[in-house]
């Protein structure tokens, strides 16, 4: 019997839309939470990072210790992929899925809840870094499992499309986070939004975990792999010790690598366009609070549009040429695009247009790219390794964005720095594209 025939039938139709739903529903929270961060940086910056904490401002130095806090967070995610991997693929995705749900929405909500510098001192900074530390540690388990989950429930030539709703909730998080911090910036006067406004969007995360923890509690796991159920030649690659098991292991480890770079300009262009863009516009180029954060809703606008159309494109042609066609764009588009946003002559069309292009292009990536990472990885450690692949690729290039995208603007006075960054990531990335095999999409999952 061939492999192929060993492989379980595709679950049920409403299974798989069961699937989606509770995959995509704790991945929007995660990204609500995290556009929120990035859309209020400035006001957590005054609030925690500054010693007179409450007043607008804050400085450059606040802002780069903001950030510094955010990346933080990141470097714990290839720790939560490591430890919540090896959970989904021991026990089956729903543990997984539950576990970090849960611990998401807590340290969200805690967030609202927390003292400000101005009330406990020089303590405040720390709880909020220490909350940020379990936000990543919960991230980074939460895209393996949701990813794995949606891609083995996906209907036969339907990968691309179903994988691509974890990239589209990522795009309903950060619009839900920067429409929130939009709607409290024209509602409220500056005093209130900094005193106690911008804790109203932290708090609403536990309402939303709440569903997403109902959703995934009646979870139903792909049916050759119950909970705990030793799966047909499912070696642990970490416990193995002849030849056979390091060869296991060194083919992992490459192919984490060949992931990492495959998604590097998605995570560096995403982040550095639907994140970081606001407290960009502010620091460096003089926009107000609330035209940061239109632009930001147009960006995460565009991404959003492109998402679906993208996966399902890529269940067509296949990946690689729809994720080329991102990550050359952004390559070449860049500089030409941030140009207009600075441009004193451009008008408000042309800038809505340029950023809408810029999210547009950060979507052909991030549609297909869930699938593709899903195919590089065998069932038996799909969660750990797609999910340590999109970890360290975050880590890094995402989680990092801010931090050195403020750092080098201040100490360079140059604006066009987040063109370079997303530019350059983007170039390798299409490097790293190339590899793909034009027929990758049309394979069953190993």
């Known amino acids: 019997m061939s492999p192929t025939e060993l492989l379980p039938a595709p679950p049920p139709h409403a299974a ?43 400085g450059a130095e606040a802002l780069v210790a903001t950030y510094a806090s955010f990346a933080l967070a990141f470097f714990f995610r290839p720790v939560g992929a490591l430890l919540f991997g090896r959970i989904g693929d ?41 909350l940020r530390v379990l936000q990543g540690l919960s991230a980074g388990g939460e895209f393996g499992g949701a990813v794995s989950l949606m891609v ?8 691309g499309l179903y994988g691509a709703w974890q990239s589209l909730t990522v795009a309903l998080g950060l619009l839900a986070g920067a429409g929130t911090a939009a709607a409290l910036a024209t509602a409220l006067p500056a005093e209130a939004l900094y005193a106690w ?28 792999a ?12 970490t416990d193995a010790t002849g030849p056979t098991g390091t060869s296991a292991l060194a083919e992992q480890a490459r192919a984490v690598v060949l992931g990492i770079g495959r998604i590097l300009g998605w995570s560096a262009a995403g982040y550095t366009f639907l994140v970081v863009l606001p407290s960009h516009l502010q620091s460096a180029l003089g926009a107000s609070f609330r035209d940061a954060l239109l632009a930001t809703t147009l960006v995460n606008l565009g991404f959003a549009a492109s998402i679906l159309p993208a996966g399902l494109l890529s269940d067509r042609v296949g990946r690689r040429p729809v994720m080329l066609g991102g990550a050359l764009g952004i390559a070449v588009l860049a500089h030409p695009l941030l140009h207009l946003l600075q441009s004193p002559g451009s008008s408000p069309q042309t800038r809505a247009a340029a950023v809408l292009t810029a999210g547009a292009l950060v979507g052909l990536l991030a549609g297909p790219g869930p699938a593709m990472l899903a195919e590089m990885f065998p069932r038996r450690v799909r969660c750990t390794g797609l999910g340590l692949s999109y970890a360290l690729a975050n880590a890094v290039f995402s989680g990092c964005a801010g931090l050195v995208i403020t750092a080098l603007t201040a100490r360079t006075a140059d604006t066009a720095i987040p063109a370079h960054y997303a530019a350059g990531a983007c170039a390798v990335s299409a490097a790293a594209l190339l590899t793909l095999r034009g027929d990758d999409h049309r394979k069953p999952l190993r």
């Open 90 to 130: 021991r026990f089956g995705r729903r543990p997984t899925l539950v576990l970090v749900v849960g611990l998401m929405t807590l340290a969200t909500t805690l967030i609202g809840l927390l003292p400000t510098r101005a009330d406990i001192g020089a303590v405040a900074p720390w709880l909020l870094t220490f």
């Open 197 to 224: 406004g911008w804790r109203i969007p932290f708090l609403l995360a536990l309402p939303l975990g709440t569903v997403a923890l109902w959703l995934r509690t009646a979870l139903e796991e792909i049916p050759d």
């Open 226 to 237: 119950p909970p705990g159920a030793p799966q047909p030649g499912a070696a642990d690659a």
């Open 16 to 58: 798989a839309r069961r699937a989606l739903l509770a995959g995509s529903a704790g991945n929007l929270v995660e990204w609500y939470e995290f556009g929120v961060y990035g859309c209020f940086a400035t006001v957590i910056a005054a609030n925690f990072f500054t010693p007179h904490a409450g007043a607008p401002g804050g």
């Open 152 to 159: 083995e429930h996906a209907p036969p030539g339907r990968r």
